[in-house]
């Protein structure tokens, strides 16, 4: 175990994989796989895998064309990642829905699809403005049938939830928030491992009210906890990593036991993936209390301050919180 920057974990995570299985490709677009350790070692998949299993120092920049051939790679049994940057974050959609999701029904179960969409997210910051701060795509490849979705927020989630959706025999989109990137990181082991699909975590045990957030509102959610705290409200927090296969279980376990659910996320408020998790605790728990925010339904403005109005921050957080245990 030690302490690793979130990119190091991920791709070190990438090459493991790669040197257990001589078919697997990565190809990517814009952030070429080079990293360094804290201790000064160089992690360079093009140099030690080559051009033939990855996009060496670079391809064109177009996504489809990348999408594609990494998923006509997994479709022929190689596993394949293709990375896709944050800017392009749903050029892949229509291969993942209409080829990726389907094969193995279509094939009645005979063919796997090996292949991960290592997605970047966008974020809610100042200066992008529309084009490239959406947020809560995560929820749209969710809604394609045969297509698995997760969603890490720290280096040790990031490592084990790309591994996994590498081993795994259907799809995977990986979604990577690069504000969950800073700060203290947990220890990542040196190994390969797992973190299970369709596992949530609970970060913090509490008995008043139940909070669900995943990256990148658990940025917000770390600052909202301590105040919320002094609010004088016991709060169990947990953090999905994987919204499909979602684990409801965990989820309704503990709304169960608060009587109350807060649903906090960085998508828009329409159709939003919150949506679905309440609609999945409350069916499974009668008469529990519920509430989410979100980003309203406005692209993200350039200025910062109108950022920051918009945003479901900590204050939000906690004067969210208050509210619904009035009811």
Not at 29 to 42: C, D, K, R, W
Not at 76 to 83: D, F
Not at 210 to 232: C, E, H, S, Y
Request: glycine content about 10%.
């Amino acid at each position: 175990m030690a302490k690793k920057p979130y990119a190091y974990a991920q791709l070190e995570g990438v090459a493991q994989e790669m040197r257990k299985n001589k078919d697997m490709v990565f190809f990517y677009e814009y952030e070429t796989p080079i990293v360094t350790s804290p201790t000064g070692e160089v992690l360079d998949l093009i140099k030690e895998f080559g051009t033939l299993r990855t996009s060496g120092r670079g391809w064109a920049i177009d996504e489809t064309w990348l999408v594609g051939s990494a998923i006509g790679v997994a479709a022929a049994g190689s596993p394949a990642i293709v990375r896709i940057p944050s800017m392009a974050s749903i050029f892949a959609i229509e291969y993942v829905y209409n080829q990726a999701g389907k094969l193995r029904s279509m094939t009645g179960g005979q063919a796997s699809m090996p292949f991960v969409l290592w997605q970047g997210g966008g974020g809610r910051s100042k200066g992008s403005a529309g084009q490239h701060t959406d947020v809560g795509q995560e929820g749209l490849y969710a809604n394609l049938p045969g297509v698995k979705v997760v969603v890490p927020s720290n280096a040790y989630d990031a490592k084990g939830l790309l591994i996994a959706a590498i081993r795994d025999p259907d799809p995977v989109v990986y979604f990577d928030y690069s504000e969950v990137k800073s700060g203290e990181q947990p220890d990542v082991p040196d190994e390969a491992y797992e973190v299970p699909l369709g596992k949530a975590v609970v970060r913090q045990p509490g008995k008043d009210l139940t909070l669900v957030a995943w990256a990148p509102a658990t940025v917000d959610v770390k600052r909202a906890l301590p105040m919320i705290a002094q609010a004088g409200i016991s709060v169990e927090y947990i953090d999905p990593r994987s919204l499909k296969p979602l684990d409801v279980d965990t989820l309704v376990a503990s709304a169960k036991k608060t009587g109350r659910l807060l649903v906090v996320e960085h998508g828009h408020y329409t159709n939003g993936f919150g949506s679905h998790v309440i609609a999945e605790v409350v069916q499974a728990a009668p008469g529990v209390k519920a509430k989410k925010i979100s980003f309203p339904d406005v692209p993200g403005p350039g200025a910062q301050g109108m950022m920051a109005w918009l945003r479901p921050d900590a204050p939000k957080i906690l004067d969210a919180a208050i509210q619904i245990m009035k009811v």
